[in-house]
């Protein structure tokens, strides 16, 4: 049986596809499957999949008919892969060799570990601009010391990290009620990170490239929108697990603190939303003539 499943949803990615294909070609751990969910590309990308597929047995090219929503095409390779282990790759990122090797090492030795993450190296090929962003240290072994640290020190690269397929499943469940690509990344690891369901792996990076920044970025008052939902969403998850009501309440402020660098800071939105709701109303009014 496949031990992985990693799926590739492109669009029009010519300019990094091969390169990201070649990545995955050349990891040192070998028992997995590829899926590339070609969102109906039309620059070069497709023919591309189609020559690294017929050349390697383990990839396989799916090309959509039309072009579909990119969540939908994210869901569509989850419901296509076969493996215990999956994983999402976006077409212009990159790991080291090992990276495959030492995230299922961490889910083979650790059962009860939903999500394997690794360190992150983030490139914005637009600015030039790169930094490195380390894994978070826990204050303690206990799973609420755990979920703490997974929570304040979280990267929406995790998103791309090594799942069990049925947590993955389960994660995009609840973005179901979600009606935002903004921040979603994190309410998909979102059961994980309260469960302390996270593992650290050390020793392999993960090479993020920002290439086309900005596409799903929110006005100041959808933004607050995305905020109150996603608390709300993440304060139910909370309300879910069987922690006491004492680390329940830890829990929710830690949310707070989390939401504000991950999502938007609370009072800094509030005052934008404002603002801009003001500015609305201003030009809807028309003006009046004496």
Not at 31 to 42: K, Q, R, V
Not at 197 to 219: K, N, P, W
Not at 263 to 269: G, L, S
Request: hydrophobic letters at 40%; a positive charge; glycine letters at 4%.
């Amino acid at each position: 049986m496949i031990r992985t499943s990693i799926v590739i949803p492109t669009f029009n990615g010519v300019a990094t596809i091969r390169e990201c294909l070649d990545c995955i070609r050349g990891q040192s751990f070998v028992d997995f499957e590829a899926i590339i969910c070609d969102n109906a590309s039309t620059d070069g990308t497709s023919e591309i999949c189609a020559e690294v597929a017929a050349a390697d047995s383990r990839f396989v090219h799916i090309r959509n008919d039309k072009t579909i929503p990119a969540l939908e095409n994210f869901k569509q390779g989850l419901g296509l892969a076969r493996a215990p282990y999956f994983m999402w790759r976006a077409d212009d990122d990159l790991t080291d060799e090992n990276h495959l090797r030492s995230t299922v090492r961490t889910l083979d030795e650790n059962p009860d570990v939903k999500l394997a993450v690794t360190k992150i190296h983030r490139i914005n090929t637009t600015s030039g601009r790169e930094a490195d962003y380390p894994l978070p240290v826990s204050s303690g072994k206990d799973r609420l010391s755990r979920a703490t640290a997974t929570l304040l020190g979280c990267h929406p690269s995790w998103f791309y990290g090594l799942w069990r397929r049925e947590a993955a499943v389960d994660g995009l469940s609840i973005v179901k009620a979600y009606p935002y690509l903004w921040a979603f990344d994190h309410l998909v690891t979102m059961r994980a990170m309260l469960h302390g369901e996270v593992a650290f792996v050390t020793d392999s990076v993960f090479i993020q490239r920002i290439m086309r920044e900005g596409f799903y970025h929110l006005d100041p008052v959808e933004r607050l929108a995305a905020r109150k939902a996603y608390v709300a969403l993440s304060r139910k998850l909370i309300a879910d697990t069987d922690y006491s009501e004492n680390e329940k309440a830890v829990l929710r402020g830690v949310l707070e603190k989390h939401a504000n660098k991950r999502v938007a800071p609370w009072f800094k939105t509030h005052k934008r939303a404002l603002r801009a709701r003001v500015a609305r109303f201003f030009r809807l009014v028309p003006p009046t003539y004496r």
